[in-house]
């Protein structure tokens, strides 16, 4: 399954923009799909998560309550609606897919499947 991420842009503080990722040669039934995100000289950090197990969705605390993860079948995407945009999102923006265990679900090595990058570029 080949992964592409989509919908990164340049964007005021306050604002919303709302990335896709697409799964060609395969859907994302089977797996977790997990949003992760680079800022510019910093490690890859989880963002959030739609589980395979249970269907429940995780996010780390810094976009809970802005973010939405959120799998559209239809499509065959797992999009992830970021609202309140902030300078310090700025990041390339990575989806992945994987069966790690809910405990590690935030861990990056878990995921084996990545898709290329999209930029997200907060100003502020």
């Known amino acids: 399954v080949q992964l592409q991420a989509s919908g990164g842009g340049l964007v005021q503080t306050g604002d919303s923009l709302r990335l896709s990722c697409t799964a060609s040669g395969g859907t994302f039934r089977s797996y977790t799909v997990g949003w992760f995100r680079q800022a510019p000289g910093m490690q890859r950090e989880f963002v959030a998560a739609s589980a395979v197990q249970n269907m429940h969705t995780y996010y780390d605390d810094s976009v809970k309550g802005r973010f939405t993860i959120s799998r559209d079948r239809a499509k065959n995407t797992v999009d992830l609606q970021m609202n309140s945009l902030k300078p310090e999102d700025t990041a390339v923006y990575y989806c992945?897919?994987?069966?790690?265990?809910?405990?590690?679900?935030?861990?990056?090595?878990?995921?084996?499947?990545w898709g290329q990058g999209t930029l997200v570029t907060v100003s502020s």
């Open positions: 992945a897919t994987g069966r790690p265990i809910i405990s590690v679900i935030s861990n990056s090595m878990l995921y084996g499947n």
